[in-house]
């Protein structure tokens, strides 16, 4: 099968791709930058386009020529770089689906699948959330996801584009940088690296998905026959920063990592993700702790450290 994914020399594309190529699928890697070190593996495995997904012809000369029958979105800013410059998250987040979703509609695309995410949210939401609360997001990232959303089920609706969301929890995982939540990525592979550790929110309890079951979930969400649902919540478990702190601490004695309490995550620490286990057959594979035991074994693997 012929999968795109838009933003494939990213963090999720990045691992997206390396799991497909495994499979045997044939990857086309769509992406604005000439960038190609996270992804540096698998080069010659894949299929690199360099396109401006806000430019319709763009999409559509990648989509026809290539014969694509599954499209997954994951371009986006990160939230810290939206709220710094809403009209270029709107301009990247939005309107890049927004082409993606008109150029399925004029080739009759077999599928799309967007990454989310649960910014959506009210962050003072009752938890565990599921995916009928209200969506009343307080950063302009969750504005931009809930207006993608709504644009991808009106084109389901009105025009029959096969569109499914996933709405991501707090990502870990090896090329995790940047972003409020980027704490727990860094932790673990600066400690992997024997560096020391500085954090402000100890305290902090989120819902922590490892890059590896969000993998699994978005190509559960390819392959899925015509779900009931559209939308659903993606997650792992729910920890506090420091609880990781206390398992990298046990599988790497000797880390160097301080964190105090000064601040905490402005969201709900919890979400309902039955939706997704009962539709698409998706539950975590990673706890936790063998989430961050194998996120520094492939740091260890990526540095050459034994």
């Given at each position: 099968m012929s999968v795109l994914i838009a933003g494939g020399c990213g963090f999720i594309g990045s691992h997206l791709a390396r799991k497909l190529v495994e499979k045997g699928e044939q990857v086309i890697v769509f992406h604005h930058t000439p960038n190609t070190d996270m992804i540096r593996d698998?080069?010659?495995?894949?299929?690199?386009i360099r396109g401006d997904a806000t430019n319709i012809f763009d999409i559509l000369h990648a989509l026809r020529d290539n014969q694509v029958q599954v499209v997954y979105h994951l371009i986006g800013l990160l939230a810290d770089i939206s709220e710094g410059n809403p009209s270029r998250a709107l301009?990247?987040?939005?309107?890049?689906?927004?082409?993606?979703?008109?150029?399925?509609?004029?080739?009759?695309?077999?599928?799309?699948?967007?990454?989310s995410s649960v910014a959506v949210y009210?962050?003072?939401?009752?938890?565990?959330?599921?995916?009928?609360?209200?969506?009343?997001?307080?950063?302009?990232?969750?504005?931009?996801?809930?207006?993608?959303?709504?644009?991808?089920?009106?084109?389901?609706?009105?025009?029959?584009?096969?569109?499914?969301?996933?709405?991501?929890?707090?990502?870990?995982?090896?090329?995790k940088s940047g972003g409020s939540?980027?704490?727990?990525?860094?932790?673990?592979?600066?400690?992997?690296?024997?560096?020391?550790?500085?954090?402000?929110?100890?305290?902090?309890?989120?819902?922590?998905?490892?890059?590896?079951?969000?993998?699994?979930?978005?190509?559960?969400?390819?392959?899925?026959?015509?779900?009931?649902?559209?939308?659903?919540?993606?997650?792992?478990?729910?920890?506090?920063?420091?609880?990781?702190?206390?398992?990298?601490?046990?599988?790497?004695?000797?880390?160097?990592?301080?964190?105090?309490?000064?601040?905490?995550?402005?969201?709900?620490?919890?979400?309902?993700?039955?939706a997704a286990q009962r539709e698409l057959g998706y539950t975590p594979a990673f706890s936790i702790e063998e989430g961050v035991k194998d996120f520094i074994q492939e740091a260890k693997k990526k540095y050459g450290q034994k």
């Open positions: 698998i080069v010659g495995h894949v299929k690199l301009k990247v987040n939005v309107e890049s689906l927004l082409h993606f979703l008109e150029a399925s509609r004029i080739i009759s695309l077999k599928r799309i699948v967007f990454a009210d962050p003072f939401a009752q938890a565990p959330v599921g995916e009928t609360a209200p969506l009343r997001p307080r950063s302009v990232y969750g504005a931009t996801k809930v207006l993608s959303e709504f644009y991808g089920m009106h084109y389901h609706r009105a025009f029959g584009v096969d569109f499914r969301a996933l709405r991501f929890t707090t990502l870990y995982g090896l090329g939540t980027g704490i727990c990525s860094l932790m673990i592979e600066k400690s992997a690296l024997g560096e020391a550790v500085r954090g402000e929110v100890a305290n902090a309890v989120t819902d922590w998905l490892y890059i590896k079951d969000a993998v699994s979930s978005l190509i559960l969400a390819g392959e899925a026959d015509q779900p009931g649902e559209r939308i659903y919540n993606i997650g792992g478990s729910s920890h506090s920063v420091k609880e990781v702190a206390d398992i990298v601490g046990r599988l790497l004695p000797g880390s160097d990592i301080r964190l105090d309490a000064r601040k905490t995550f402005p969201w709900p620490p919890a979400y309902d993700c039955a």
